[in-house]
């Protein structure tokens, strides 16, 4: 029979090899960052960073489903605005994005994304044929509600374009989001997804 002692060591060396299992118990292999194997699994991913901006480590989550040299490119509407003191360019590059939504999340008072077709499944969102390394999903509506403080907030609703790739791991991540929003800054004036981002990127 085995004694109480080594049963409990046992439990325990299993626990321990749970825990350790390089991945942070998440079983993804990953260091807690989830998989995702599909251009639909990862605008998923990026709405839930998004609509869980203060869970731990939740910087590294939304920058593994950006390309390391994605293009974000700003509504038209919006090159050359002034936003406390910076100029909105054509284009970012990760850098500047990562670093707005950086800002964003430490922030914001709350945020809510969300992309509604994403709940008809990924079967209607489409999927990369088989070989694929790039896909495309155009006017894919959008919208972003921040608000800035408990009585002032930010609206954006519309249609962004995404393309994806799947880089040197084969994990798919976003190469080109191009913002084509304009709802409205509540109460004020309207605004796009790209404002937003500048407006937290302004303040850095």
Known sequence: MFSRTVIILTALAFVALVSCDGDGGNGNGN???PDV?????????????????????????VDATLSSDI?????????GQD????????????????????????DAFSIDMSFPALAD?????GKPDEGDTTFTKNN?????????????????????????????TATWRITIWRDKTGGTLLDVEPTTVGYILAYYYSTI
């Open 140 to 168: 894919f509506s959008t919208s972003l509600l921040v608000t800035v403080t408990e009585h002032y907030g930010l609206d954006a609703s519309g249609l962004c374009d995404f393309e994806f790739g799947k880089d040197e």
């Open 37 to 61: 194997n599909s251009p639909y699994e990862v605008l998923v991913e990026l709405v839930y960073c998004f609509n869980n901006y203060q869970e731990a480590d939740i910087n590294d989550r």
């Open 121 to 125: 499944g990924e079967d209607a969102f």
């Open 31 to 33: 260091g807690g960052i």
């Open 83 to 106: 936003v406390n003191g910076y100029t909105i360019p054509s284009s970012w590059g990760k850098t500047e994005l990562f670093a707005a939504i950086e800002n964003l999340f430490a």
């Open 71 to 79: 293009s974000f490119f700003f509504a038209t509407s919006d090159v």
